[in-house]
């Protein structure tokens, strides 16, 4: 008998006639010989609608009390699928994050979990009883105040229930099939990917790939969880997030996937006095605004002037922040000035398989250039080459290269609306 | 400094702009110096729109997950509120009933306190916070479970609060400016009550008064608990509901108010043996169907053919239940035959001093008698007289013997739509 955890989202369980359908699905996986713990979201746009009531009543809602209102939308949804899965016959019992031992930091919002106690759903399993948890939500074991989780939460739920009980798989239900080697969106030929490592799987989300959080990524990695990412709506295979052991031979497409991201502006310090600890100068004043900064190129500097200039990369809407930042130290720091672009597009191509093959970057460069894109920055991991271009040329830029790395399916793929978080 | 306990219902807390006036309430009460702990109902309907989602779901929801469900519905508006009143610049701390303490048997969708444990109110109180708890919910320490209290249950929530703190008062805020010697809408002169002790204040609800709910009227007097019941709309004193100790002296009035109630149908056996334990064994029968007899009569028999008839009122929609399983078993009670008459009115008259006044059922029977209305059944209890009438003349006798016993105010009462719960 296996252990399953099954995450849905909200688009999952929008209304009582999801709900129900939801609930059968999860009766088909008991049936079939499973043992079955489920985390789910609030229904549909819940959360924005109590979010949106908490700023009717006040603009700067008290993060903890934002987090009991929030927390409510979790019950609401596992109440009525416990209920639906109770009248067809089959033991359920919802639990909230509290209940199912769901611990946390106490950062209100954004909380990490610290530890799970599953104590009530073991015992809840071992009576034969599927189990219900409300995602997105823990409580706080000194303040004894109820937490969520952030952005993503459910599926960091998920994982974390599946470590905690050992679980054999855990599968996140969305509205697509699968992971796929680019968004079929923009390229039709992607293919759905049958095994990714969660290395890969980090470096895909990183770069812009919307079905996973890397929160949850990076937790079903450092525990060791399978995930399972598949369709609500069929029951079709879908992608299968491994963690290879060290050392463990697992035969890797050179390059597994492509993402691209088009939220992201880049700020050029020009003419920045070629001395050591200028970088770090900069980057000061940069992190006191709290920016994401993501790829950072410094040029090499023309010998005669003794000027560079750096490069880098950050979402759209923190770039004004830091450009004021360093406007303010221009003086200091001594660089000419500043140069803003929002106009860019980034792509990462993503492949355990680089490690140990040469010549990826050689061929991406020839099938660039060959389509007449420029590329105006670099960076490169072990497992992933990224590059900037112009906004407008980066879905071209994808589909020339997921043809030239030999990604491309023999068919279109279907392409669902929505996102289904 | 003293502590006082104010209840606040659905639709004080109906929306944004409900709960923000509230807010203002409740930090006005403690800027005049007391400790405030407050019990909040869910907002507006949505109590009645989680039942509803429940029955989409499924037509029997499981009773543990609709308590998990409806127990939503106060997190949301007392979050609401703890944040309002934050951003006033009071410190505020929300409480579901589990966190509060609030334990209760197991009995989902009705269950009863069996302890009050508010530990982590009180700490909140210690540091100078207003407290915020959850109406209606409570959780019991064997299940674990989450569980609700039923009809009336903020109310109750409030009162065992008081109890377990100690409170001055318990302030129950409602659309009314408090407890009237009759309903203001049926005898506009009627007056508003200053103070009733909550014997009486039972009485009047158990005839048919609606402000106040009987669960919560018994709380108190057990606990010894002080009711304030008041107007959330304006700043009027509304009506006390006190417990004078034993062989304390309150001057009383005979007749301190009236309640009406046409919810009731009365059944009578007719034709009934006069013989001993005829009686125990109807009324066995009746109990079977868990009818809520109230009002019993018995006439004295016709000695020439040694039968009687007993007649009983009960509600309304008990009634078919009823009279189906007295016929099942007619052969062997040996009655003659059931009459069943649902248009009929019941009034009580209710006054401590009653106790030590004579004549009150001789002046009752004389002022209906002038208004020419038919009394149809009498019961009595130490503080009580109830009459059973026509329907239609309920309203009429209402008038009379508001007038009779000098109840009518100078002016007319103000009447507010709504009845407020």
């Known amino acids: ?25 999860i009766v088909e996986t008991r049936r079939a010989g499973n043992d079955v713990v489920v985390a789910v979201s609030a229904m549909g746009d819940t959360t924005d609608e109590l979010l949106d009531l908490a700023h009717q009543v006040t603009p700067l809602p008290e993060p903890r009390e934002l987090d009991m209102l929030l927390s409510s939308g979790e019950r609401i949804s596992m109440a009525l699928l416990a209920m639906a899965i109770k009248s067809m016959g089959y033991d359920a019992r919802s639990f909230t994050g509290s209940q199912a031992g769901m611990i946390t930091d106490a950062q209100h919002g954004a909380a990490r979990i610290v530890d799970v106690t599953p104590v009530r759903l073991r015992e809840a399993l071992d009576e034969g009883s599927i189990v219900i948890v409300a995602g997105f939500q823990g409580f706080n074991r000194d303040t004894r105040d109820i937490t969520t989780l952030g952005r993503g939460g459910s599926d960091t739920t998920a994982v974390a229930l599946a470590a905690a009980l050992g679980a054999d798989v855990c599968e996140i239900y969305t509205d697509v099939d699968g992971i796929f080697t680019m968004d079929p969106r923009v390229v039709p030929r992607a293919r759905k990917i049958q095994t990714i490592t969660s290395e890969e799987m980090l470096e895909l989300a990183a770069a812009g790939a919307k079905v996973l959080y890397i929160r949850a990524v990076e937790y079903a990695r450092r525990h060791g969880v399978t995930l399972h990412v598949r369709s609500s709506f069929n029951n079709n295979e879908g992608t299968l997030v491994i963690n290879p052991k060290e050392g463990e031979q697992v035969e890797q497409p050179i390059v597994t996937g492509i993402a691209t991201d088009l939220s992201e502006a880049k700020i050029t310090v020009v003419g920045v006095p070629d001395v050591p600890g200028k970088a770090a100068q900069i980057f000061k004043i940069v992190a006191k605004t709290n920016a994401n900064v993501d790829m950072i190129v410094q040029n090499v500097s023309a010998a005669a002037t003794g000027l560079t200039d750096i490069s880098f990369t950050l979402p759209k809407s923190e770039a004004q922040a830091v450009l004021k930042a360093l406007q303010a130290d221009q003086g200091e720091v001594g660089f000419l000035g500043l140069q803003h672009d929002d106009q860019i597009g980034k792509l990462a191509l993503v492949g355990a398989g680089m490690r140990t093959n040469t010549g990826v970057s050689a061929k991406l460069f020839e099938a660039l250039h060959l389509a007449s894109i420029n590329i105006e920055m670099i960076s490169t991991s072990e497992i992933r080459i990224s590059v900037v271009t112009r906004a407008d040329s980066v879905n071209d830029a994808a589909r020339v290269l997921h043809a030239a790395f030999d990604l491309d399916a023999d068919e279109e793929a279907i392409v669902y609306a929505g996102t289904g978080r």
């Open 1 to 25: 008998m296996s252990l399953i955890v099954q995450k849905f989202g909200g688009s999952s369980v929008a209304d009582a006639e999801s709900i129900k359908r939801v609930a059968k699905r």
